[in-house]
């Protein structure tokens, strides 16, 4: 069995392009006031703060996509969180006014505040109660939407075993099989720039909740490359997706 080694990185892109790379500039989505509260949870000034102050609590992560959808109804917001750690961004949970709107939670522990970003806080006490949803986007453009059909990417090939990790046809699995062990969140970064060591791949792992694709951790050919974990029970092959396992 691989032994567990974390990987701190950025976060999701799934079938077809609910992530667009935000920009540094306000663009068109509406803001909200500068301070909301609904919920127990508290949406603090835009661009202002970079963690939460000491007076509220930070919004632990498994509550984003609920406290994020509780003070911004009125937003056209995704379904899933864009996980990651990028230094110089707002740390923990937090709107991003990009082309598209996004639910962001950074794991990183240098903060600062961006123009684009408002942080979403919670009141004292709040009790929480998890929320299964996808994940990132942070500053400048490491996510690009991935398509349905496949780019120029090179592709690996079909089976390759690195250093314990298995990284099986692509487009043929939907979740790792029983000879087999899925990988972990926290190894999936890891598996994937071992097994995938020739390709062009991103330090983050984007993470989310979406039924239909492989669930687990895969290599997603877009664009770009994407490291994906999927959270989802209802598992599918996608012809752009390469399942990772370990022995």
């Known amino acids: 069995s691989q032994p567990s080694s974390p990987v701190s990185a950025p976060t999701k892109e799934p079938t077809s392009a609910p992530i667009v790379s935000p920009t540094m500039a306000p663009t068109s989505s509406s803001d909200p006031s500068p301070t909301a509260t609904s919920g127990g949870y508290v949406l603090l000034d835009k661009g202002v703060e970079s963690e939460c102050p000491s007076h509220l609590e930070a919004v632990p992560e498994e509550d984003c996509i609920e406290a994020?959808?509780?003070?911004?109804?009125h937003l056209a917001l995704p379904t899933w969180l864009n996980k990651f750690d990028w230094d110089g961004l707002p740390c923990g949970c937090f709107l991003y006014y990009g082309t598209t709107m996004l639910i962001d939670y950074n794991?990183?522990?240098?903060?600062?505040?961006n123009p684009n970003g408002q942080m979403i806080c919670r009141t004292p006490s709040q009790p929480s109660s998890p929320v299964s949803a996808p994940t990132k986007e942070p500053t400048s453009a490491p996510i690009v939407s991935p398509t349905m059909a496949p780019t120029s990417s090179s592709?690996?090939?079909p089976t390759a075993t690195s250093g314990g990790y298995v990284?099986?046809?692509?487009?043929?699995e939907s979740e790792c099989?029983?000879?087999l062990e899925a990988v972990p969140e926290?190894?999936?970064i890891e598996a994937a720039q071992t097994v995938g060591a020739h390709l062009a791949l991103p330090t983050w792992l984007n993470k989310f909740d979406w039924d239909g694709l492989p669930c687990g951790c895969f290599l997603y050919y877009a664009n770009t490359m994407l490291i994906d974990y999927n959270t989802a029970s209802v598992c599918g092959a996608n012809p752009n997706g390469q399942m990772?396992?370990?022995?």
């Open 167 to 172: 990284l099986l046809d692509k487009g043929v």
């Open 186 to 188: 926290e190894d999936c």
């Open 107 to 113: 794991t990183a522990s240098v903060c600062g505040a």
């Open 155 to 157: 592709d690996p090939s």
């Open 177 to 179: 099989p029983s000879h």
């Open 68 to 73: 994020a959808q509780t003070v911004g109804a």
């Open 244 to 247: 990772i396992c370990r022995t």
